[in-house]
């Protein structure tokens, strides 16, 4: 049987894990697509380079237009990453009749409409599965398995490398910067690490899941975010003697034709499954409006799991090969919906300030509060014995973001508060 032949645009941690399954489960695969699959070429930046893999040296080429161009490939799989030059291959690879499977969530957030409406045009493939949540299969799942209901949320773990982060701060105490380097030496992080910690690479992947989930077209400027730099061991002890864990949780919300996407550190109820999720793990709570609440768990990066995605992607692509029916996938983006403004948008908040110790403080922060019309939920001072200066920890009740945007400016102007030490949105 004709082995159907694959081009693989990078050999790094994915492309690494991409090899190993196809040749490990060969047999497997090729019971199921009913040909063979053989990694016909392989683009590197240096073909000199040592590798934790042993491929034919004859299959590896720094130019990728061989790979691009050849008429011998049938499917590119791209994970080598970038934005401009990468998109450029993958529209000439589409021209060219070949199908694409692709991990690269910063392209597909910025420019998979165009991508997926040339495999249209050209009745090829595009498939993304890697791109979210590593070796979860959410993307099939939202527009598969959740093709009869209406989802309403989409609340999400989806960056490994700041979950691996915040849980080594929180389980060990452990220094950000420390773990940072574990974590880039573990292959969770991308090639310029400030998109994790930055919130960046979640709203990339907010972007893709709350286009697919709401059926809509979400661009990445529409989703606001912020990463877990700020985030201190203080703010992460406070949580935990609330019952709280501080997570980079992507939350897109949807009622009727408005949605709201953002990315920030968010604190948990430790009661919320989300709230277990540890380490490189990502999970992504999805609630529908029929089916109510779901989460799917699993590896959310590195090697092998995200290889997994890729090639159930490559699997399907090929089944649609078998049958004649590549380039079918329906046209999701068939609502139309306005963002959220700051008063629709409504959340519980935790707020740490530094305050001066003495009577009447509480009385007037209660106050701002209550022109601004936030309910306060709890409030926390922790004993400070004979000093000038103490912390107050408030927990509000639901309150729009514009309301709390109001009581933060009323704090800047308020002597006795001498610094909002960290504000942080409030789920479960
Ligand atoms: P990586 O380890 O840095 O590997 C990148 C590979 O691409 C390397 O083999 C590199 O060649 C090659 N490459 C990069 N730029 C090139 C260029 N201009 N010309 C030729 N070859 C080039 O990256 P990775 O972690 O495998 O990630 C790859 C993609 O998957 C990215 O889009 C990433 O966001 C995505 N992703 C990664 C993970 C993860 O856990 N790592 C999970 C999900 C998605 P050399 O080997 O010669 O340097
Ligand atoms: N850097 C990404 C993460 C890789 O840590 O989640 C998986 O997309």
Not at 172 to 192: I, M, R, S
Not at 211 to 227: I, M
Request: overall charge negative; aromatic content about 4%.
């Amino acid at each position: 049987m004709k082995p159907v032949k694959v081009g693989l645009l990078g050999l790094g941690t994915v492309g690494t894990g991409v090899v190993r399954i196809v040749e490990g489960h060969q047999e497997d695969l090729s019971n199921q697509v009913g040909s063979p699959i053989e990694i016909a070429q392989i683009l590197v930046k240096d073909r000199a380079k040592a590798r934790n893999i042993s491929v034919d040296p004859s299959k590896l080429t720094e130019d990728p237009w061989d790979i691009v161009r050849n008429p011998g490939i049938d499917v590119i799989v791209e994970v080598m990453g970038g934005v401009a030059l990468t998109k450029e291959y993958i529209l000439e690879a589409l021209e060219r009749g070949k199908h694409v499977v692709t991990a690269n969530k910063d392209l597909m957030a910025m420019h998979g409409q165009e991508i997926l409406a040339k495999a249209r045009d050209k009745g090829c493939d595009v498939l993304y599965e890697a791109s979210v949540a590593g070796g979860i299969p959410i993307i099939r799942t939202l527009i598969e398995g959740f093709s009869s209901d209406r989802i309403t949320k989409i609340m999400g773990i989806v960056n490994g490398t700041t979950n691996y982060i915040l849980t080594k701060m929180s389980q060990e105490g452990a220094a950000y910067a420390d773990v940072l380097k574990e974590a880039q030496e573990l292959g969770y992080a991308e090639a310029d690490p400030t998109s994790d910690v930055e919130g960046l690479d979640a709203a990339r992947k907010m972007t893709i899941l709350s286009s697919l989930g709401f059926r809509a077209n979400v661009s990445l400027d529409n989703v606001s975010a912020k990463g877990i730099s700020g985030v201190t061991q203080e703010d992460i002890q406070y949580a935990k003697r609330l019952g709280y864990e501080v997570k980079l949780l992507g939350i897109a919300e949807r009622q009727d034709d408005t949605i709201s996407v953002s990315v920030q550190p968010t604190m948990i109820k430790r009661s919320h499954p989300i709230a277990s999720v540890n380490g490189v793990f990502n999970a992504v709570y999805v609630h529908g409006e029929a089916v109510g609440e779901t989460m799917f768990y699993g590896a959310g990066a590195g090697e092998l799991p995200t290889a997994t995605s890729i090639v159930a992607d490559l699997v399907a692509v090929i089944k649609n090969m078998k049958l004649g029916v590549n380039g079918r996938q329906a046209q999701l983006s068939y609502n139309v919906m306005k963002l959220k403004t700051d008063e629709q948008i409504a959340s519980k908040f935790f707020l740490l300030l530094h305050v001066e110790d003495r009577a009447g403080v509480l009385a007037q922060i209660a106050q701002v509060f209550s022109n601004c019309d936030v309910s306060i939920e709890s409030v926390m001072q922790p004993s400070t014995p004979n000093q000038s200066s103490t912390e107050i920890i408030i927990i509000t009740h639901e309150a729009s973001k514009a309301a709390m945007n109001q009581v933060l400016q009323a704090f800047e102007s308020q002597n006795s508060i001498r610094k909002i030490k960290s504000v942080y949105r409030v789920e479960g």
